[in-house]
């Protein structure tokens, strides 16, 4: 039921974080890579196609853009508590839909940037519309660069995110960093879902942030302490930056915890 890499091309001195360690550097390119969004729930009956369509989406569309499962806590009354809910996740969904202008949040809901109710399934596309807005969103250069060097510490992921870039006048931006972990299952039972096992991908395990971006340059060191039970070799970081304003997606990264990709984004 639905309820309302490569060593970088581009020259970065390494912080003492991550100096006296190898690294893995990535770096985006010159088009934005938009980041895709989805809220979620193990207690929402309308929800696993939805989970199921961006684990197959996040294949398919892999180098074009991120994708990122969040999972949201207003659910866990109604007969089953998701264990990777967090009230933080609602939050964010609330105040997307509130730049956007509108009231109503659900699950399964899809957003990109500004666009907040986007389509993942309809008509004759198993996609939607959500083809059309990647691709809108990938449209023209990107006013933002990213560059993110990571090392993994014991249960510790070490980062090192540069942020360049020049914005509209007026115009602020957030940076966002967010772990995420793949093939995550679950057996439901309680709630709509009851008897269900169910399985997740790019889910958010760890998300801080924001930190505002208004300058041409941002340098930041940031020390993401890992939940216990998440597996290394099973999670990725993705840094992404938005437009304060409306949520306009202005550049986003992705890079595996344990592996540098073949290639920057681009």
Known sequence: MKRAATLSMFPMLLSPLLASATVCTTAS???TI????????EGCSDCPPADRWLSEIAVRE?????????????????????RFASRLHTQRQQLRV????ERVIYTPQVMVGEEVTVSWRGGTSTDGNVNRVLQAA??????????MSHRMVGREAQVTLGVEGRLRDGDDAWVW???YE????STVQAGENAGKRLRHDRVVRVLQGPWKFSRA?????VRLALPQELDPERAGLVAFVESVSNGAPLQSLGSRLTECAGTAQS
């Open 62 to 82: 892999e180098g074009e853009a991120n994708f990122l499962a969040f999972h949201v806590d207003y659910w866990d009354e109604i007969g089953w508590p998701d």
């Open 177 to 179: 960093l967010a772990v």
């Open 29 to 31: 390119g010159s088009r």
């Open 217 to 221: 340059r941002l340098a930041l060191d």
């Open 182 to 185: 793949d093939a995550l299952f």
């Open 34 to 41: 938009p980041l895709v969004e989805l809220y979620t729930s």
């Open 138 to 147: 990938r449209t023209g250069a990107a006013p933002v660069t990213l560059r």
């Open 98 to 101: 509130s730049r956007a202008g």
